[in-house]
């Protein structure tokens, strides 16, 4: 009795300074990312494009698949060209329409919500598999952590796009290529490629961190397997995960832009920016603008992820250098 | 040492052994056969029974894959089912090509981001800095279609100064290798910078300053020697990414290398073309993997490899 | 028979070959003109765009438009298109074949000094070898089915020439050898499975074409590399560097009957995949013949040197929408008919294809069988009501679930939308998209048991005769036939004209045959694709056939001096 209260109280305490150790790096962290001017700018931009993305279809002035008019309004600049002479402009249409007469104002606002989704989804899957694989083989070693390591060996033998590609080409038109316009297949291959190396990631900080003394010290006391890793490992290895995800956020934007740029990524006439810079391409010489556009708007969140992770970085391990 | 490189080579073949078998199956999870090609002039379905049956890809896959791999260790690797000619032949005419188009990235890559990372750590926290950052930034950033796109629409199609279809003349070649070079290069310019600021605080470089070295000196002879480590282990598994990674580049300008087959080959289930591609590439990024690792540790004694 | 749109690239060629018409201001062609030449450039070059690296220029294995193209140009068929009708007419041989009087022996005599470009002279032993490749099933040709006519090929080429008997093989083999004579080096005899009038047509294509057993034997499966690829045309393949270019040499062994050689010293082919980029390309100078797609036509128009340099071709393609003639509602008659008329083919056109001819029937307009009479399937709602109204109970419940299955692209599904619209506006029905990528359709509408409830296809011919239109495709026992529909009638008409020897009877035969087909309505007959090409002004009599091959002139197109 008196031991288990000892035990409680103990652990209590342990806890206690674990939790308010972290609250101040936290902090910290908080702290030194929000005066990374640049980190600022980037989370600005990606809440303008989130807020374009959630509420595209209040926005949006036209359906981004609907034809507008067909001959008349194709190909239409965006109004700004009128005083330099563009000849085909239509108040209407703010940013012009493509060589299909949708407009591309519209077209934009629901690609931002394919490139927010492919950011967000595949990225959490990727988190969850390879954290708990991560975590356990790092922990646990033996066959798993052997198995890990022959996976990872072959899935860092393809060069990563190719992988991705040929998961993506190949599969489509299965019923799993079928599903939600084909969004789900390049959840799946993204995930597919791209867990390993966040699994080897924290396999590596775990197994660094559990000869430590609080580890054994837990381990000591009894606290099961699992509770360590959750409680007291997990915590412990965020910081890279964190700076490790940032950088898969945009990663994943920039997989899923190329295969729809490549035309195998989500079906057509979904509208992503990859697939309209895909389209535009075919006019790109006499109109510039149904590429330029969706290539700014790529670029812009691209640039913005990464000063977010940047910032991030900096922020969470003050002594990397890159 | 010997015994770990022997170890690492032999891992090669049970990776590939699993890079084949993955390829191999996803290649045939595809429906449709290399021959139903044209949706306009379709052939007769005993055609493409006929022709299946002579390529034997009316066999059960498991079978198919053995003989695959029965032919692939003679050394064959087949005919191209919509070429009709040798794949070898075939990959042999683009590789070339591709590792030119790769290598000549490479060189513009090393030549501006060595300089520019080098400056950038001298002037730590100055605008060169930071503007070297940002363009390092943007480098790393932006996908390669994009900056391809906007310098043909500049250099090609407004100012006509540089020719944008084809490959041969350094005319040709000059946009695809810029464009191709940015990412690494943007990416060495950072691990130069980073490893340079590291170098120029060591002890070794403070004692050099101090015997009364002059600067140029110290940089030279003790830093840079000192920063180009990491710099030189990254180098092959940028030049694999370059060989491997060159495909919209090489569509986007017309360039003859294997990159652009690559895809049109899963396109049309050219099954013998899908998997050479893949097994070469594969074994290209191997290689270079494991040639970092062995580099690192001959060039910096402090690392043990085991 | 089209340029292949390989499926991740938006290949243009398709597109600009089988484009089609709006713009008023085009220079009207008028069709091929052959004449001039005093102004020719005796080293002119011509630069083309082939669009891709063609697969295979092997005449017995190609398949494509671009390939074929190729083919064309280094080899020479005993007879080629004419021009403007497309009548067969001599080209290797010396004259119209001699007929026997069942049909079913066709005899050709070559024109003499015939010569190869290495020198070699071309005999009848030569054709002779081309066609036991087309039907060897060793070759492993995608249309060797075209030589099924002569005797013995169809059961030798159905064999496994690795698993089955080798002495069944060689039998198969010699029964099919002796079905050619050749009595001496001018004379080649086909015997002939049935009387077919058009077989002359067929030995106008590539199938037969004198490829040389001892260079095909020297370079194996390589071949087709220059060094190997010798052949009796009035160009020799010089030089082709792969995924790059194709460079082709005038052959200073040919002539023509009428002792034409060939006007220019030089043809390149380049292989450019991106429209976008061969058009730059063009108004770079780098190309001197563009394929214009729909999306070019704006800024072409309002360019006043572009607009000048159009070139209307012939129709050649008849795209459709298929109905599955098993599968409800489309097993009724008047579910057909009600939605082959309730579409506004011409709005279709101005809005949505841009290059192209509205059409009612299956043949295009300008090739043999083509009937402008026939317009039964004209747009018309009121009609096309009322055809509804009659439809079973069955099929009104069904037409809640129709789903309309075609090769994923943008433009396909733009086109789709435009049908769906139009149904839904005209007849109150709402149908389903469902695209799929090309490869996977390809192989849906080739099987019976797969074939969609409707689909979007195209057919394009391969030589200028009735029989590839109607029998090829229609006729209930063809394997290329997707709609599953079966017509007694219409399968007695064809059959009857594919033997007719009278040329009268025989397009009547056909004539009523096609109005069946559009009468009964297993399929919705859309438009007929055109050719809309850019020209350089200094490259005088290019033409493009209804087939989409560039060959038929090869001695009279030219470039003047560019100066």
């Known amino acids: 009795m008196a031991t288990a209260v000892t035990t409680q109280q103990r652990r209590a305490a342990e806890l206690t300074v674990i939790a308010r150790q972290q609250r101040s790096l936290w902090r910290d962290a908080l702290h030194r990312l929000l005066r990374n001017r640049a980190a600022i700018v980037g989370m600005v931009v990606i809440a303008f494009f989130a807020f374009v993305a959630i509420f595209a279809s209040v926005l949006a002035p036209y359906d981004p698949n609907g034809l507008n008019g067909g001959v008349k309004n194709q190909l239409l600049e965006p109004i700004w060209t009128k005083p330099f002479g563009g000849q085909y402009t239509n108040p209407a249409f703010l940013l012009g329409t493509d060589e299909l007469s949708r407009d591309i104002l519209s077209r934009l606002m629901y690609g931002a919500r394919v490139s927010m989704i492919v950011g967000v989804v595949p990225v959490s899957v990727i988190f969850v598999i390879g954290a708990s694989i991560g975590m356990v083989s790092g922990y646990l070693g033996g066959w798993v952590d052997n198995l890990l390591m022959r996976v990872t060996d072959v899935v860092y033998a393809f060069p990563d796009l190719l992988f991705v590609i040929i998961i993506v080409a190949t599969l489509r038109n299965t019923d799993l290529g079928n599903l939600m316009d084909g969004l789900v297949l390049i959840f799946v291959a993204l995930a597919v490629v791209n867990w390993v190396g966040l699994a080897r990631l924290i396999r590596g900080q775990v197994m660094s961190l559990k000869h430590r003394e609080f580890i054994e010290a837990a381990r000591c006391i009894g606290v099961p397997p699992t509770r360590i890793m959750l409680k007291h490992l997990f915590p412990n290895v965020l910081a890279p995960v964190i700076v490790s995800l940032a950088f898969a956020i945009p990663g994943a934007m920039l997989t899923e832009a190329t295969l729809s740029f490549l035309g195998i990524g989500v079906r057509p006439p979904t509208s992503t920016w990859g697939f309209e810079i895909n389209e535009g391409f075919v006019v790109f010489s006499t109109t510039p603008w149904p590429v330029l556009l969706p290539a700014l708007c790529i670029s812009a969140i691209l640039l913005s992820c990464t000063f977010v992770g940047n910032g991030l970085r900096d922020a969470l391990d003050p002594r990397s250098k890159i | ?306 | 028979m089209t340029s292949r749109r390989s499926g991740i690239w938006p290949l243009l060629a398709l597109f600009t070959l089988v484009g089609l018409v709006v713009s008023a201001c085009t220079q009207q062609g008028g069709g091929p003109t052959t004449g001039g030449g005093a102004d020719a450039d005796p080293n002119g070059e011509l630069i083309t765009n082939m669009g891709s690296e063609p697969d295979t220029i092997d005449p017995q294995v190609e398949s494509f438009v671009s390939e074929i193209g190729v083919t064309m140009k280094v080899f020479e068929a005993l007879m080629t298109p004419d021009i403007k009708s497309g009548k067969a007419v001599p080209a290797a041989a010396k004259d119209q074949p001699k007929i026997s009087s069942d049909g079913k022996t066709y005899t050709y005599t070559l024109r003499d000094g015939l010569k190869y470009s290495d020198g070699q002279p071309v005999t009848s032993k030569n054709f002779k070898y081309g066609w036991q490749r087309l039907c060897d099933p060793a070759t492993a040709g995608d249309y060797a089915f075209t030589g099924y006519i002569v005797v013995g090929c169809e059961a030798w080429n159905t064999m496994d020439p690795k698993k089955d008997d080798p002495a069944k093989l060689a039998a198969a083999k010699t029964t099919f050898l002796n079905s050619i004579e050749t009595p001496d080096d001018k004379t080649i005899t086909f015997h002939l499975t049935d009387a077919a009038p058009y077989f002359n047509s067929i030995a106008s294509t590539w199938v037969g074409l004198p490829t040389r057993e001892d260079m095909v034997t020297k370079g194996g499966d390589k071949w087709t590399e220059p060094a190997t690829f010798i052949g009796n045309g009035p160009f020799a393949l010089s030089e082709w560097k792969h995924n790059e270019k194709m460079t082709f040499t005038r052959n200073s062994n040919f002539k023509t009957a009428d002792g034409k050689t060939p006007k220019v010293a030089k043809i390149t082919q380049v292989m450019i995949n991106e429209g976008a980029v061969a058009f730059a390309a063009y108004r770079n100078n780098e190309l001197d013949v563009y394929g214009v797609a729909a999306e070019d036509l704006r800024s072409i128009q309002s360019d006043a040197d572009l607009s000048k340099q159009v070139v209307d071709g012939p129709q050649g393609c008849s795209f459709y929408i298929g109905f599955n003639v098993k599968k409800a509602p489309f097993d009724d008659k008047n579910v057909r008919v009600a939605f082959s008329k309730s579409f506004d083919r011409d709005a279709y056109i101005n809005d949505v294809q841009k290059i192209g001819k509205p059409s009612t029937s299956f043949i295009s307009e300008g090739l043999p069988g083509f009937d402008g009479s026939d317009t039964f399937q004209k747009f018309d709602v009121t009609a096309a009501k009322a055809a509804l109204g009659q439809a079973s109970s069955a099929a009104q419940a069904a037409l809640s679930s129709i789903k309309i299955t075609y090769s994923a692209s943008t433009r396909a599904t733009t086109r789709l939308q435009w049908f769906q619209d139009q149904w839904k506006k005209n007849l109150n029905v709402n149908i389903t998209l469902d695209p799929v990528d090309s490869t996977t359709y390809t192989a849906l509408v080739k099987k019976p048991e797969t074939t969609p409830q409707a689909f979007y296809l195209g057919w394009c011919p391969d030589y200028y005769d009735q029989q590839d239109w109607l029998s090829t495709v229609f006729k209930s026992n063809s394997s290329v036939t997707h709609v599953g529909w079966k017509n007694d009638q219409f399968d007695k008409l064809v059959t009857d004209a594919d033997k007719e020897p009278d040329t009268k009877k025989r397009d009547d035969l056909y004539k009523q045959a096609s109005q069946i087909l559009s009468q009964d309505a297993p399929v919705a007959f859309i438009y007929y694709g055109t050719t809309k090409i850019l020209l350089k002004p200094w490259v005088k009599n290019f033409y493009i056939t209804a087939l989409g091959f560039e060959e038929a002139n090869f001695t009279d197109v030219y470039v003047t001096k560019k100066s």
Not at chain 2, 53 to 66: E, S, T
Not at chain 2, 203 to 208: F, L, Q, S
Not at chain 2, 270 to 295: C, E, G, H
Request: glycine share 8%; no cysteine; net charge positive.
């Open chain 2, 1 to 306: 040492m010997l015994r770990y490189v022997i170890r690492r080579l032999l891992l090669i073949i049970p990776t590939m052994f699993f890079v084949a078998l993955i390829t191999f199956t996803l290649a045939h999870a595809a429906p449709g056969s290399p021959f139903d090609k044209n949706a306009n002039r379709t052939l007769p379905q005993e055609t493409i029974d006929r022709l299946n049956r002579y390529y034997g890809i009316d066999q059960p896959i498991p079978i198919q894959f053995v003989d695959y791999l029965g032919n692939l260790i003679r050394g064959d690797l087949g005919l191209s089912l919509t070429r009709q000619r040798p794949v070898a032949d075939i990959i042999g005419q683009g590789i070339g090509t591709t590792a030119q188009l790769g290598i000549g990235a490479l060189v513009i890559a090393l030549s501006f981001s060595i300089p520019l990372g080098i400056i950038s750590a001298l002037k730590q926290n100055t605008p060169i800095d930071y503007l070297s950052l940002l363009i390092a930034t943007i480098g790393t950033t932006i996908p390669g279609f994009v900056t391809a796109i906007f310098l043909i629409y500049i250099f090609g199609v407004s100012l006509h100064l540089l020719p944008f279809v084809g490959w041969g003349s350094w005319q040709h070649m000059v946009m695809p290798m810029f464009v191709l070079a940015l990412g690494p290069g943007a990416f060495l310019t950072q691990i130069t910078r980073a490893s340079m600021l590291e170098a120029i605080r060591q002890d070794y470089v403070r004692t050099a300053r101090s015997k009364g070295l002059r600067e140029r000196a110290v940089i030279v002879g003790h830093a840079l020697k000192n920063a180009l480590i990491p710099v030189a282990t990254i180098v092959g598994p940028a030049t694999a990414g370059l060989i491997t990674g060159s495909f919209i580049i090489e569509s986007l300008f017309n360039v003859p290398g294997m990159g652009r087959l690559y895809i049109i080959s899963i396109n049309a289930r050219d099954y013998p073309m899908i998997m050479s591609t893949t097994l070469l590439y594969a074994f290209i990024i191997m290689i270079a993997n494991i040639t970092v690792d062995i580099v690192y540790g001959v060039l910096d004694p402090r690392i043990k490899v085991a």
